[in-house]
């Protein structure tokens, strides 16, 4: 029997020390806005993007200048709900990291787009905000709707419990 071969990306987890890869000494590098490719695709790992603003691409490129490199960052919501408390921090660090806005997703999260590299590690641990708010995504494709239609209970369900006790149980996930 052959062994079945492994997407790239999967190479790169393997080799990455635990999803860490050189994103340290990456981050570290202010000599650009960018980060090594392996690095870039372990950065999804962690529910990050690396981008480029398209709208001044050629200009940029005309001028000999790197590409202005910027993140995104995906914040989970568990449940899809979020305190005011909570809304409030995440207004707070689009504001002072990012690009002003927040974009909320069929995913149960938020984005952060336009945090600039030098801003990507203080924004993921969440400095100089409550630690509770904000976590990055680890667990991509956890998905239910607040109130969800149960046949086996005879009708409708609330899971934001649910969830919430996963998250009180294993804080990593959320």
């Known amino acids: 029997m052959s062994e079945e071969k ?23 590098d202010l000599s650009t806005g960018s980060l090594s490719e392996d690095d870039q695709q ?28 910027s993140f995104m960052i995906r914040i989970r919501v568990p449940g899809g709900v979020t305190t005011p408390h909570q809304w409030l921090e995440v207004d707070r660090m689009a504001d002072e990291f990012a690009n002003g806005t927040i974009k909320l997703t069929t995913r149960q999260a938020y984005q952060l787009h336009g945090v600039i590299k030098s801003n990507l590690k203080r924004t993921i641990n969440g400095d100089g905000y409550d630690c509770g708010v ?9 998905l239910s709707q607040p ?11 609330s899971v934001t419990g649910d969830f919430r006790s996963l998250d009180a149980a294993d804080p990593c996930l959320s």
């Open 42 to 69: 372990l950065l999804k790992f962690h529910g990050t993007y690396q981008q480029d603003d398209r709208d001044i691409r050629a200009g940029r490129r005309a001028n000999k200048l790197e590409k202005a490199f």
């Open 134 to 142: 904000w976590r990055c995504e680890s667990e991509r494709d956890v």
């Open 147 to 157: 109130i969800s239609f149960g046949v086996a209970c005879g009708g409708f369900k």
């Open 6 to 28: 492994l997407a790239a990306n999967e190479g790169i987890k393997t080799r990455s020390n635990y999803l860490r890869g050189t994103l340290a000494e990456g981050l570290a």
